[in-house]
């Protein structure tokens, strides 16, 4: 869904560090409302810093995160939730031992959980959103498949009602199936106005649903634009949607 007007997401010149090790250098990066984009980039390019960073779970060495226009650079993560700001963690990072519903339930923490009548309607959404979680709702997160607890995190994150959904690897560990299912999960959401930052190692299923996308290596982005360009790169698609250049 492309968008257009003021930025959600603006990051100016982030720097992160862990240590002496520098993961993110000088990377620049904006979402507009209803709009997705997708970084790519291989292992260790610095894709989930970036997303760390942003959300306030590690605080940047330098640079600036602006959303909706105010300065969140040194806000932490779960302020940045109550802002709109809500993050899907690479590997789920689900609530294992608790319930479908509790985890539910724990998602929508910052809203007072599910005691107002707009936290029982999204409730009630997501789980027409995923039926296979109303199905599940008694069941212990951690005892199901690895795409439905990626469908709960998912729903979990939608609990806190986002402005811009951040999402880190959908695809890990996942079958190939689940992630087509679960990529036109991601399109829907954004044909319905949720904006979406996607972090994703299959490329060419990023960059299938995106507007705008951003490759990153060596912790710098090298490549941005409207992800059909960025899809026809040759030096992306031999990269990393598997395709060799043609001959000159």
Known sequence: MSATGAILLDI????LRYGAAVAVRDISLSVKPGQLVAVIGNNGAGKSSLLRGATGLVRPAGGQVFFRGADTTLMPAHRKVRQGLVMVPEGRLLFPDQSVEDNLIL?????GGLKGARARQTFERVLTLFPRLKERLAQQAGSMSGGEQQMLAIARALMAEPELLVIDELSLGLAPKIVDQL???????????L????????AAH???IADHAYVIANGRV???GPST???RDPEVMESFLGKKKAAS
């Open 12 to 15: 100016r010149s982030l720097e």
């Open 107 to 111: 998602g929508a923490y910052a809203h």
């Open 183 to 193: 990529m036109g999960v991601l399109a829907e959401l954004n044909e319905g106005g």
């Open 195 to 202: 904006a979406i930052l996607l972090v994703e190692q299959l």
């Open 206 to 208: 990023a960059l299938a």
């Open 222 to 224: 090298v490549r941005q």
């Open 229 to 231: 360009e960025i899809a």
